[in-house]
């Protein structure tokens, strides 16, 4: 059964960091995609950083560029989101997706998800 448990999210002020946890169980990277999605009140879930299952490279969308990564540690199944420099609009649910297959950046449709975590930046 695939499981993906998140925790770490939290409240934050403005130019402060947190960092969320993924870790995922039956299932391996090298079979699926995986990446950090987010959704806002009243906006859409947006992608925000994932591993291509395709060619093994890590996407980042533009507004986070420079200030998230997604490192993990395949050792521990597990995924992170580092985020730094955190600013108000990042506020959302974040959510660690998962689907089996090849596809490049973000670009899939999860199968798999989790159960949400809560940042909130503050001004």
């Known amino acids: 059964e695939v499981q993906l448990v998140e925790s770490g999210g939290g409240l934050v002020q403005a130019g402060g960091s947190l960092r969320l946890s993924c870790a995922a169980s039956g299932f391996t990277f090298d079979d699926y995609a995986i990446g950090w999605f987010r959704q806002a009140p009243g906006k859409e879930r947006e992608g925000v950083s994932c591993?291509?299952?395709?060619?093994?490279?890590?996407y980042y969308r533009d507004s986070v560029t420079g200030r998230f990564t997604m490192p993990s540690d395949n050792a521990k199944n597990t995924v992170y989101l580092q985020m730094n420099s955190l600013k108000p609009e990042d506020t959302a649910v974040y959510y660690c997706?998962?689907?089996?297959?090849?596809?490049?950046?973000?670009?899939?449709?999860?199968?798999?998800w989790g159960q949400g975590t809560q940042v909130t930046v503050s001004s």
């Open positions: 591993i291509s299952s395709s060619d093994g490279v890590t």
């Open positions: 997706a998962a689907k089996r297959g090849s596809y490049y950046g973000c670009l899939f449709e999860p199968d798999y």
